[in-house]
């Protein structure tokens, strides 16, 4: 074991001084209790520049400049009360597992593993396309689903809420919360790894945890966590990114040979409104919604789309099978929705599904809109619920059936 930790100090005395100042009580030299004298924040800084230097005795003006093989072995010691059942340790993420939950309780689990846990990584219900996307790409399998967590040794990654966790977990070993959330509700009177930061991502905090572990996460784990962070911050646009996100980001995606980190995040955001393996009659169906109004029926199904190009190549396909969609469902009109909304793009191209869908649409948009032969084409986009139905409504509203 001590061998190991000398061995991951060397690979992570670049990182772990820098990145996790401040996570942790004993990874930090940014402002010992002792400095009080003038020259000390020199002092520090020659410490921490050479971490392993020295004979041993410490002056009292760096008593907590510590090497990271210490602080290593100081970190890992707080897994020494935790209490076991018999069985596996499972790591599991919420109930409608996204990427950050599935990615973390995988690289969590891992992590685990190389500190000698017979740890495994659980998901709760159905992965969404992104992660299942995520998961292709880095090589590894949707971890099982745990039915009953009763009488397990559970790890909860990204949330803490008996209601959005496993079944039975009121009757569960909890041993471990690494989250991003509030406190939760889940309580336990065992002693507890507690780990929740307001970070951006629960797959940073994971990331933390291996340095402050002194084990570095192999290509493909770091290949999950960066993904995960990319995800959760959306690409650091959401406003509870920190530099912990960014840092670990940057580390993480050389780790993995990730070297364009937009290209990534647009594939995920292509995978999550992705439509592989359907029908162009399940895409339209896969969002429907129908209304009655003015004693008239009509169906809009909305499509997502990553560009323009997607979006008239769908348009078309749309076209083609509304007139028979509209007939199946018994309604008046019928309409594709088709929208690209990610980043600074808004975009909506509106296809009717025949000649008097195509009145309202012109009726209703006509002005404002491009009909490109097939779509009217609105920028920026515009919403079913708070703009296309009271707009279709208006249009029949002063149209009454004759
Ligand atoms: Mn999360």
């Given at each position: 074991m001590s061998n190991d930790s000398s061995r991951s100090h060397k690979l992570f005395a670049a990182v772990a001084a820098f990145a996790?100042?401040?996570?942790?009580f004993f990874g930090g030299c940014s402002t010992p209790p002792a400095s009080t004298s003038s020259d000390s924040s020199s002092t520090q800084l020659a410490s921490m520049d050479s971490p392993a230097t020295g004979d041993g005795a410490q002056s009292s003006t760096d008593l907590y400049t510590i090497d990271d093989d210490l602080r290593v072995r100081i970190n890992r010691s707080?897994?020494?009360n935790l209490t076991l059942v018999d069985g596996p340790v499972y790591v599991t993420g919420h109930a409608v597992p996204d990427a950050d939950t599935v990615c973390s309780a995988i690289a969590y689990a891992d992590l685990l593993s190389k500190l000698g846990y017979d740890a495994r990584p659980v998901v709760l219900g159905d992965i969404n396309k992104e992660t299942s996307f995520i998961l292709n790409e880095a090589g590894v399998s949707v971890p099982e689903k745990l039915e009953d967590a009763s009488g397990a040794n559970m790890v909860l990654v990204d949330h803490g809420e008996y209601e959005q966790s496993a079944n039975g977990l009121k009757d569960a070993n909890v041993i471990s919360v690494i989250d991003h959330?509030?406190?939760?509700?889940v309580a336990t009177s065992n002693p507890i790894v507690y780990d929740a930061r307001?970070?951006?991502?629960?797959a940073t905090i994971v990331w933390m945890r291996y340095v402050n572990y002194g084990v570095k996460p192999d290509a493909t784990m770091s290949r999950l966590l960066a993904s995960a962070i990319l995800s959760d911050t959306s690409n650091f646009k959401?406003?509870?990114?920190?530099t912990a996100d960014r840092e670990a980001l940057r580390v993480l995606a050389e780790a993995a040979g990730i070297d364009d980190i937009d290209t990534l995040y647009a594939n995920l955001y292509k995978a999550s409104i992705s439509y592989d393996g359907m029908t162009d009659e399940q895409i339209f169906n896969n969002d429907l919604k129908t209304y009655n109004s003015e004693g008239r029926r009509y169906a809009i199904g909305v499509v997502n789309v990553y560009d323009e190009e997607g979006a008239k190549s769908m348009a078309e396909r749309m076209k083609a099978i509304l007139p028979a969609q509209q007939q199946a469902l018994g309604m008046n009109y019928a309409f594709a929705q088709v929208s690209i909304f990610h980043d600074d793009i808004s975009v909506t191209y509106l296809v009717p599904s025949d000649d008097a869908s195509a009145e309202i649409l012109k009726a209703a948009y006509g002005d404002r809109a491009t009909f490109d032969g097939t779509s009217y084409v609105l920028n920026p986009g515009i919403s079913r619920k708070k703009n296309l139905v009271p707009d279709i409504n208006a249009v029949l509203a002063s149209h009454p059936q004759e």
């Open positions: 996790v100042a401040g996570a942790t707080e897994l020494d959330h509030g406190d939760g509700t307001p970070i951006g991502a629960t959401s406003k509870s990114t920190t």
